[in-house]
């Protein structure tokens, strides 16, 4: 039976989003997928339509992970979408962008194979499925119109069809089990897991141990561990407990442990990534980023409180636009992001229904004036608008000398009242960094980097992709291509 | 037996320096130290002053491991020298650097022990025989003149010492000894360690395997992996092995890979070092780069010879004068350390006899005039001269207006010929992360982040410390304050 309950189109601004399947479970699958978020999803659709019987398993009480939290929105160069808009784009101008924003940490060969399957990857979703709006949009660091997004505006547009698949396939998707153990045989394979059934998050004695048998593989997918303060601060000590994460609580590190404990190789996990733009008027993950990264990136600016000025290009990658917000926090400044009612009618067209829940919700606030929004914020009403008439200027020419952003072809000069602002505060986003694996998913061994037999990985748990920042929208193609090829492999090597 | 083979005060230039010690390998000891340089060695002359029976096991044929290249210069903030000179300095203000320079990266507990230890070590090390000058001097991202360099002149003068104070307490060095295993017991517990006896570097089918037992602890002192190709281009795949780096032949990661599958969590290790300023006409660590880093940084500037133009600021952290060099090196450009006779003098003077090695091997040059020295390199003479022009006044204003430079107070007008010239081509240098430790360097098992009986690390192989750079004199420090520290941890855990 499958449970789904998924409250309105815009749900990613809710904790988390219950998807529920509840099947026996079988002593043995040929194919055990860890994770229920795209990348498990994807591999366990791909490794059954490759034949393998298989069971996803899932410690939350609720499927997607922090899928569920996702904006929906994927990078996919050279896309036929693309192509029909006579947009020029390629996998290798991603791969070019990718080497650039995560400063060549990223493994060119790793890179190559995800920019080069997103196209067709991408057809392969709607083959499941999904469903895609056509209008092609960017994201800070992304050097051309690439990405899309799912009819739904969010990730449960990817995840209640690949749900709905799964079903079809007679796949089971078992929430409420924790698996705190990969086991290996005698040579070295990884042949089952052991679990807790009905283990409930949060209460550590709960569950009940089982052993389950994979004949031909276990799939990692289990995300990443921005919610755990305590890994993430052996890491990265300057992440401590005080800083927020948009990240859902059960994003923790358990696995990425026990991965270690049997020889994986684990790489680049200090990397960190903050999402720069999020609400600090909303819990977890929220709306308000998508507001500042549409509405303010694309087609309004972003304000330092204290000077009434802009302080960074606003379409900059992540790890730049983070550091510009925390210098002006550390000031003593409040960072916003503006735009006018025009602004806000394109934000709407890229995110329907965003605006209503932001309104309600007290993350976007709505003022009459400029007067009245420099008052609200304790800015200087001429330094304001003195900001605004230069970057008015700016739109007009079509450059911005400032700070060299490059202007959205579709942005036009800032002068329709009211004005729209959310607070920016960044929240610990996505983990880069993690299991070392070939570029087709195989896990590989710290001690001899060769492949651990019986053991693959795909999406936030993997390291090595996207180096030192990820792009936005580059998470949604890592897990899709990556899960599907998962899927593939363990396939292909169990006809070995 | 102690042999010791050294060329002269100033053999850091050389690939490697002779020490070994011959004695009968016994089948037990309390403590097992693995590795010879500063960690290693100062872990096992505290162990054995501790009461410890002690070996210490290398790989190579010949002691010291890298810091047989070191240039012997350790940061001591708040040394009894900087008080008797009146220089104000604390652990608390290199604390503080560490945190800039590092990104905040480095744990503040560990930085707090290593800056704290400084000093109390220093005094340690000159019982064991090691001699100071006590010319203070500065390295870029210290904010102190808080280095001290030996009176050798190079790391030498602390290995030499340290290896007569281990024969008198009748610790065997035991060379062509390499480890291939971290052997423990049904509880978790390091026992001993398997080595390979009579191994040779480099023929891999040599050695033949013994068990040796370690009843209290084995250190691990093995320094970092700078020349492990296949290990450093997962962790940053830039790194191939069309570059050079500084260290010997040895700095292998067999044993970050062995300590990784016995389950000690390994942190940062994807911050790998250059050293900015090496000289590209000599091999491995040469000396050019005491000369660019003392004659330039100090008392001289650097050049882009395509420009003419000094392109950064000279006493900056690694990183940043790394980045500058490689700008200018990748837009087809060569970067120069300059200096006159006068600053040739100053740096004569903390680099007793450098000169005659470098004029020699030919790493530095010397030019009558600017003219000719712009002749040599094709640099555009009268931007050469507007440079130099520039540079005096700003020497003589006591300010850097163009780059920000802390210029040093013995800095003067380089109006003085002859010109000496070192070429400057980044080499990888140093790997800040790796084994993660307690703040009494006991290893940190991945597992669940409590200590793994019976193994201790210190020194370049451990991780966490030092953070995204390493501020120069910091490595000496680090590693004999945290093998000292390691000597003492293990026989006071021995009591327990």
Redesign the interface.
């Known amino acids: 039976m499958l449970q789904v309950m998924v409250s309105g189109a815009l749900c990613s601004a809710l904790p988390s989003i219950a998807f529920a399947q509840t099947q026996k479970l079988a002593p043995e699958y040929d194919v055990i997928v860890i994770g229920s978020g795209f990348a498990g999803l994807a591999a366990a659709i791909s490794a059954a339509e490759n034949g393998a019987k298989v069971a996803v398993l899932e410690k939350m009480q609720v499927a997607g992970g922090n899928s569920s939290r996702s904006g929906g929105m994927m990078a996919i160069p050279g896309s036929s979408v693309q192509k029909e808009q006579g947009i020029e784009d390629s996998p290798a101008k991603l791969a070019a962008d990718m080497k650039r924003i995560g400063l060549?940490?990223?493994?060119?060969e790793h890179i190559k194979v995800v920019t080069e399957h997103a196209a067709p990857t991408f057809e392969w979703t709607k083959k499941q499925g999904v469903v895609w709006r056509t209008d092609l949009t960017g994201k800070g660091g992304h050097s051309a119109r690439r990405c899309l997004i799912t009819e739904e505006g969010t990730g449960q547009g990817i995840l209640i069809p690949f749900m709905k698949k799964l079903k079809e396939l007679g796949v089971p998707v078992l929430t409420g089990m924790k698996v705190i153990r990969l086991d290996k045989n005698k040579d070295g394979r990884v042949i089952g897991v052991t679990a807790l059934e009905d283990y409930k998050f949060g209460k550590e004695d709960s569950g009940k141990p089982v052993e389950i048998k994979a004949k031909d593989g276990v799939i990692l997918a289990f995300g990443g561990f921005s919610a755990d303060v305590?890994y993430r601060t052996?890491?990265?000590?300057?992440l401590t407990g005080n800083l927020k994460t948009t990240n859902q609580p059960g994003a923790t590190a358990e696995l990425m442990?026990?991965a270690?404990?049997i020889?994986a190789?684990?790489?680049?996990?200090?990397?960190i990534q903050f999402l720069p733009n999020t609400s600090p008027d909303e819990e977890g993950m929220g709306m308000g980023s998508h507001f500042a990264s549409v509405g303010g990136s694309l087609y309004g600016l972003w304000i330092n409180t204290k000077t009434g000025k802009r302080f960074t290009d606003e379409f900059g990658d992540r790890k730049t636009t983070t550091d510009a917000i925390f210098k002006v926090l550390d000031a003593g400044g409040k960072t916003i992001s503006v735009t006018d009612s025009v602004g806000v009618a394109s934000f709407n067209k890229v995110r329907p229904g965003a605006m209503d829940i932001l309104r309600k919700n007290g993350a976007v606030k709505e003022y009459a004036t400029l007067d009245d929004l420099a008052k609200a914020y304790g800015i200087s009403p001429d330094a304001l608008k003195q900001t605004f008439a230069e970057f008015n200027k700016a739109i007009e020419s079509g450059k911005d000398t400032e700070f060299g952003r490059k202007l959205d072809k579709d942005i036009k000069p800032l002068t329709h009242a009211p004005y729209y602002v959310s607070e920016m505060s960044p929240k610990i986003h996505h983990t880069m960094?993690g299991i070392?694996t070939d570029t087709s998913t195989r896990v590989?061994s710290?001690?001899?980097?060769k492949p651990i037999p019986g053991l693959y990985a795909a999406g936030e748990c993997t390291g090595?992709i996207h180096g030192a920042v990820r792009i936005g929208a580059n998470a949604v193609m890592d897990c899709l291509v990556n899960g599907k090829l998962a899927g593939e492999t363990v396939m292909k090597d169990a006809k070995k």
Chains 1, 2 share one sequence.
């Open positions: 060549g940490l990223g493994d060119p305590g052996r890491l990265d000590p300057k442990r026990e270690s404990r020889g190789n684990i790489i680049q996990a200090d990397w960094g070392a590989l710290v001690v001899d980097d090595g």
